[in-house]
């Protein structure tokens, strides 16, 4: 190959990479409704998602978990006295004594 073959063959290499760069380019440019609406709902996932870790570290962080189980032990435990009160009337009144 002479020195005016190998210029030729790297010119044209040359324009066919920036033609294939510019297509890309191009392509990157005008996305398509797709992928805006793909876009879109990942990033509102992600605010919402974020939001949402705060919120529940701030409520860690308040104790709000621990007064949730305190009150529903409280709850629980009033609700079945009554109930072992009522069941006991219930047996009493069916055994006649």
Do not use: C
Not at 71 to 92: M, R
């Amino acid at each position: 190959m002479t020195k005016t073959q190998v210029l030729a063959i790297s010119l044209i290499l040359l324009l066919i990479s920036t033609g294939i760069e510019s297509y890309r380019i191009r392509k990157r440019e005008s996305p398509t409704y797709l992928s805006q609406a793909q876009d879109m709902l990942s990033s509102t996932w992600e605010q919402v998602h974020g939001k949402t870790q705060e919120l529940i570290e701030k409520a860690r962080s308040t104790g709000v978990e621990e007064k949730i189980k305190e009150y529903y032990e409280k709850g629980t435990s009033a609700v079945f006295t009554y109930l072992n009160i009522l069941s006991d009337q219930a047996y009493h009144w069916w055994q006649g004594n």
